[in-house]
């Protein structure tokens, strides 16, 4: 799988000082350091800086792989919701010049889905520039040469719904996309639209599929990654992703938000990925590490000396259901509450 570009944006250097002691971080507790927005010790802290004492489990903030922020804005409900970075797989170009960070959510983006003449979603939701039209192998380079050039992180591709590109025409975007390093996510719903989509080299699906899949659409992606949005699709995709990940693709959480209106840290996902087999340790890699790495987003994910100081704090441990990420008692981006007290989502 071709490399993506580093995202490390910096974290505002105005951040106080301060350590959060008593927390369990995995099975231990752990005090955890923190110095202008990033995570300087686990464990072996400063005892002269200022302690914020909490009680409970502190897990990494999620990242949220397949959002809509153009279409449905709630950048700051989502930081108090727990997500510290999200994809926006689907926006007028305009918007990728805004992609780097608003509001201490980090934003990256693909900007307008590539997709045939008149193909989706131009004629439907995404009528005012969600789609870039190509028609020749040309068409092609150029939109990926112009995606890249503006900032697109990733390429989205549609594969689905009417007019379509040829497979021709989507393996040329693909090729361009890896000369960039750039991944490309599909948008394929059924299983000769997913085995298109992997036929011609596409790295992610960017929502689980929702026809039946069969073997050999499965075996196609068994190396590969897929983007959960159960709760938006729904019909066969939690059977999909059960067979998907037991075959060996990569789980990365997402919600489609702008299709769905929760911002935050979803339940409703959660609850699907539950429903799908995943076990929490699973769900919770999928929401933090698995995404971190595939998009290349250096310091989220982990709670680790040097990444960002963006934390979900809980009052029930998450490895037990992760479901209590969605009831946040406190929430920190780069060393800043969002959150103080509990909130409730569906």
Not at 34 to 61: C, K, Q
Not at 111 to 131: C, K, L
Request: aromatic share 4%.
């Amino acid at each position: 799988m071709p490399p993506t570009s580093s995202a490390d944006e910096a974290v505002d250097r105005s951040r106080t000082e301060f350590v959060i002691v008593g927390a369990v971080i995995g099975n231990s507790l752990a005090s955890v350091e923190i110095r202008n927005g990033r995570i300087t010790a686990v464990g072996d802290v400063d005892p002269n800086l200022p302690h914020h004492s909490v009680s409970g489990w502190l897990t990494p903030a999620a990242i949220d792989a397949h959002v809509h922020l153009h279409y449905r804005k709630a950048t700051s409900a989502m930081l108090r919701g727990g997500v510290a970075a999200a994809l926006d797989l689907g926006a007028p170009i305009s918007t990728l010049s805004n992609h780097r960070s608003a509001r201490e959510l980090l934003i990256v983006g693909s900007g307008p889905i590539i997709t045939a003449a008149a193909g989706y979603p131009t004629q439907s939701w995404g009528r005012d520039g969600y789609g870039l039209e190509i028609e020749t192998p040309d068409d092609a380079d150029q939109a990926v040469d112009t995606l890249a050039a503006r900032g697109a992180r990733v390429i989205k591709i549609a594969l689905a719904h009417g007019p379509r590109l040829s497979p021709a025409l989507a393996r040329q975007v693909v090729q361009r996309a890896h000369h960039h390093g750039l991944l490309v996510f599909a948008h394929a719903l059924s299983d000769a639209d997913a085995k298109e989509a992997a036929d011609v080299g596409a790295d992610v699906l960017a929502h689980t599929p929702t026809e039946p899949l069969t073997k050999p659409t499965i075996a196609a992606w068994s190396d590969r990654y897929v983007v959960s949005t159960l709760t938006a699709f729904g019909g066969s995709a939690g059977a999909n992703l059960t067979k998907l990940h037991a075959a060996g693709a990569d789980v990365v959480y997402g919600t489609d938000f702008g299709n769905t209106t929760r911002a935050g840290v979803s339940r409703a996902e959660i609850e699907q990925l539950k429903g799908a087999g995943l076990t929490s340790k699973a769900i919770l890699t999928a929401m933090t590490a698995t995404p971190a790495d595939l998009l290349k987003l250096n310091g989220f994910g982990r709670i680790t000396a040097g990444a960002r100081a963006s934390f979900i704090l809980t009052a029930t441990d998450p490895l037990a259901d992760p479901s209590a990420l969605a009831e946040p008692s406190q929430v920190w981006i780069n060393g800043k509450a969002q959150l103080h007290g509990a909130v409730t989502s569906p």
